[in-house]
Protein backbone atom coordinates (compact mmCIF):
# COMPACT_ATOMS: atom_id res chain seq x y z
CA UNK A 1 0.00 0.00 0.00
CA UNK A 2 1.35 3.43 -0.74
CA UNK A 3 2.21 6.03 1.51
CA UNK A 4 -0.86 8.37 -0.09
CA UNK A 5 -2.92 5.11 0.41
CA UNK A 6 -2.27 5.01 3.83
CA UNK A 7 -2.71 8.68 4.89
CA UNK A 8 -6.23 8.64 3.18
CA UNK A 9 -7.27 5.60 5.13
CA UNK A 10 -5.96 6.79 8.59
CA UNK A 11 -8.49 10.19 7.35
CA UNK A 12 -11.13 8.26 6.44
CA UNK A 13 -11.70 5.08 8.74
CA UNK A 14 -9.35 6.43 11.76
CA UNK A 15 -6.70 4.37 13.03
CA UNK A 16 -8.10 1.11 14.15
CA UNK A 17 -10.04 0.53 11.15
CA UNK A 18 -7.12 1.46 9.34
CA UNK A 19 -4.93 -1.39 11.14
CA UNK A 20 -7.64 -4.15 10.31
CA UNK A 21 -7.63 -2.85 6.07
CA UNK A 22 -4.59 -2.92 5.94
CA UNK A 23 -4.20 -6.40 7.43
CA UNK A 24 -6.48 -7.72 5.20
CA UNK A 25 -5.91 -6.17 2.03
CA UNK A 26 -2.56 -7.91 2.14
CA UNK A 27 -2.81 -11.23 4.10
CA UNK A 28 -5.30 -12.63 1.38
CA UNK A 29 -2.34 -14.79 -0.13
CA UNK A 30 -4.69 -16.61 -2.55
CA UNK A 31 -5.50 -13.72 -5.01
CA UNK A 32 -3.76 -15.40 -7.94
CA UNK A 33 -5.29 -18.46 -7.44
CA UNK A 34 -9.00 -16.95 -6.88
CA UNK A 35 -7.91 -15.40 -10.33
CA UNK A 36 -6.87 -18.45 -11.98
CA UNK A 37 -10.17 -20.22 -10.44
CA UNK A 38 -12.11 -17.81 -12.29
CA UNK A 39 -11.02 -18.04 -15.75
CA UNK A 40 -10.12 -21.74 -16.02
CA UNK A 41 -12.46 -23.49 -13.54
CA UNK A 42 -15.39 -21.47 -12.39
CA UNK A 43 -17.92 -22.05 -15.61
CA UNK A 44 -17.98 -25.45 -14.39
CA UNK A 45 -17.20 -25.96 -10.49
CA UNK A 46 -19.11 -22.38 -9.67
CA UNK A 47 -18.04 -19.18 -8.36
CA UNK A 48 -18.94 -20.63 -5.30
CA UNK A 49 -17.62 -23.75 -5.78
CA UNK A 50 -20.90 -25.78 -5.73
CA UNK A 51 -20.78 -27.82 -8.83
CA UNK A 52 -23.46 -28.85 -10.85
CA UNK A 53 -25.55 -31.15 -8.90
CA UNK A 54 -25.35 -34.83 -10.78
CA UNK A 55 -23.06 -34.00 -13.37
CA UNK A 56 -19.70 -31.57 -12.22
CA UNK A 57 -18.83 -32.67 -8.37
CA UNK A 58 -18.43 -29.52 -5.78
CA UNK A 59 -14.61 -28.01 -4.37
CA UNK A 60 -16.91 -26.43 -1.99
CA UNK A 61 -16.62 -28.72 1.24
CA UNK A 62 -15.37 -31.51 -0.74
CA UNK A 63 -14.15 -34.82 1.02
CA UNK A 64 -12.05 -35.13 -1.94
CA UNK A 65 -9.62 -32.56 -1.92
CA UNK A 66 -8.40 -33.95 1.60
CA UNK A 67 -8.89 -37.67 0.63
CA UNK A 68 -7.06 -37.80 -2.77
CA UNK A 69 -4.79 -34.71 -2.73
CA UNK A 70 -1.91 -36.23 -4.25
CA UNK A 71 -3.93 -36.83 -7.09
CA UNK A 72 -5.01 -32.67 -7.63
CA UNK A 73 -1.99 -31.50 -9.67
CA UNK A 74 -2.68 -34.61 -12.11
CA UNK A 75 -6.42 -34.01 -12.63
CA UNK A 76 -5.79 -30.48 -12.90
CA UNK A 77 -3.16 -30.69 -15.74
CA UNK A 78 -4.46 -34.14 -17.50
CA UNK A 79 -8.40 -34.18 -16.84
CA UNK A 80 -10.05 -37.52 -15.23
CA UNK A 81 -12.32 -39.72 -17.11
CA UNK A 82 -13.01 -42.70 -13.98
CA UNK A 83 -15.45 -42.32 -12.10
CA UNK A 84 -15.23 -39.86 -9.18
CA UNK A 85 -16.65 -40.33 -5.81
CA UNK A 86 -16.87 -37.02 -4.18
CA UNK A 87 -18.94 -36.61 -0.80
CA UNK A 88 -20.67 -39.82 -1.32
CA UNK A 89 -22.04 -38.95 -4.78
CA UNK A 90 -20.73 -40.42 -8.08
CA UNK A 91 -19.98 -38.19 -11.17
CA UNK A 92 -19.03 -39.69 -14.06
CA UNK A 93 -18.62 -36.94 -16.85
CA UNK A 94 -15.18 -36.23 -17.87
CA UNK A 95 -12.86 -33.12 -17.00
CA UNK A 96 -10.53 -32.40 -19.61
CA UNK A 97 -6.96 -31.22 -18.61
CA UNK A 98 -5.79 -27.80 -18.32
CA UNK A 99 -2.28 -28.31 -19.60
CA UNK A 100 -1.53 -23.74 -19.86
CA UNK A 101 -1.19 -23.61 -16.19
CA UNK A 102 2.26 -23.80 -15.32
CA UNK A 103 3.79 -26.05 -11.97
CA UNK A 104 2.69 -22.84 -9.75
CA UNK A 105 0.10 -21.76 -10.92
CA UNK A 106 -1.43 -25.33 -10.18
CA UNK A 107 -0.13 -25.10 -6.74
CA UNK A 108 -1.86 -21.46 -6.47
CA UNK A 109 -4.94 -23.36 -7.55
CA UNK A 110 -4.83 -25.81 -5.31
CA UNK A 111 -3.94 -23.28 -2.68
CA UNK A 112 -7.23 -21.19 -3.91
CA UNK A 113 -9.51 -23.98 -3.63
CA UNK A 114 -8.21 -25.72 -0.11
CA UNK A 115 -8.97 -22.35 1.41
CA UNK A 116 -12.07 -20.87 -0.61
CA UNK A 117 -15.72 -21.44 0.57
CA UNK A 118 -15.07 -22.05 4.41
CA UNK A 119 -12.58 -24.78 3.11
CA UNK A 120 -9.59 -25.67 5.74
CA UNK A 121 -6.99 -28.19 3.85
CA UNK A 122 -3.49 -26.81 4.74
CA UNK A 123 -0.90 -25.58 2.03
CA UNK A 124 0.39 -27.61 -0.66
CA UNK A 125 4.04 -26.23 -1.90
CA UNK A 126 5.58 -25.64 -5.40
CA UNK A 127 8.02 -28.19 -4.84
CA UNK A 128 5.69 -31.23 -3.88
CA UNK A 129 3.28 -30.31 -6.70
CA UNK A 130 6.40 -30.11 -8.87
CA UNK A 131 7.15 -33.80 -8.16
CA UNK A 132 3.63 -35.02 -8.48
CA UNK A 133 3.27 -33.33 -11.87
CA UNK A 134 6.40 -35.62 -13.22
CA UNK A 135 5.36 -38.64 -11.79
CA UNK A 136 1.35 -38.47 -13.49
CA UNK A 137 1.79 -39.32 -16.88
C1 LIG B 1 -15.32 -28.27 -18.44
C2 LIG B 1 -15.70 -28.38 -17.06
C3 LIG B 1 -14.62 -28.35 -15.99
C4 LIG B 1 -13.61 -27.42 -15.83
C5 LIG B 1 -13.31 -26.20 -16.68
C6 LIG B 1 -12.89 -27.83 -14.64
N1 LIG B 1 -13.44 -28.97 -14.10
FE1 LIG B 1 -12.82 -29.95 -12.46
N2 LIG B 1 -14.13 -31.45 -12.81
C7 LIG B 1 -15.07 -31.44 -13.82
C8 LIG B 1 -15.76 -32.73 -13.83
C9 LIG B 1 -16.90 -33.13 -14.76
C10 LIG B 1 -15.18 -33.50 -12.82
C11 LIG B 1 -15.50 -34.97 -12.48
C12 LIG B 1 -14.56 -35.85 -13.31
C13 LIG B 1 -14.86 -37.33 -13.25
O1 LIG B 1 -15.78 -37.74 -12.53
O2 LIG B 1 -14.14 -38.09 -13.92
C14 LIG B 1 -14.17 -32.65 -12.17
C15 LIG B 1 -13.40 -33.03 -11.09
C16 LIG B 1 -12.55 -32.19 -10.39
C17 LIG B 1 -11.90 -32.50 -9.14
C18 LIG B 1 -12.01 -33.79 -8.34
C19 LIG B 1 -13.38 -33.95 -7.72
C20 LIG B 1 -13.74 -32.88 -6.70
O3 LIG B 1 -14.81 -32.27 -6.86
O4 LIG B 1 -12.99 -32.66 -5.73
C21 LIG B 1 -11.14 -31.41 -8.79
C22 LIG B 1 -10.26 -31.24 -7.57
C23 LIG B 1 -11.32 -30.43 -9.84
N3 LIG B 1 -12.18 -30.94 -10.79
C24 LIG B 1 -10.69 -29.19 -9.86
C25 LIG B 1 -10.75 -28.32 -10.93
C26 LIG B 1 -9.96 -27.11 -11.03
C27 LIG B 1 -9.03 -26.59 -9.95
C28 LIG B 1 -10.24 -26.56 -12.23
C29 LIG B 1 -9.62 -25.33 -12.84
C30 LIG B 1 -8.17 -25.27 -12.88
C31 LIG B 1 -11.23 -27.41 -12.88
N4 LIG B 1 -11.49 -28.47 -12.07
C32 LIG B 1 -11.81 -27.14 -14.13
C33 LIG B 1 -15.33 -30.41 -14.70
C34 LIG B 1 -14.51 -29.32 -14.90
Known sequence: MSKIKL????????????AYLLESCQSNPYVHGEILYENFCANCHMEDGTGLIGNIPPLAGADFLTKYADQLPCIIRYGVTDTLTVNGKQYAAPMAGIPELTDIEVTNVI????????????????????????GCK
Open 111 to 134: NYINHAWGNDNGFTRPTDVQVILE
Open 7 to 18: VYCLLLVGLGSC
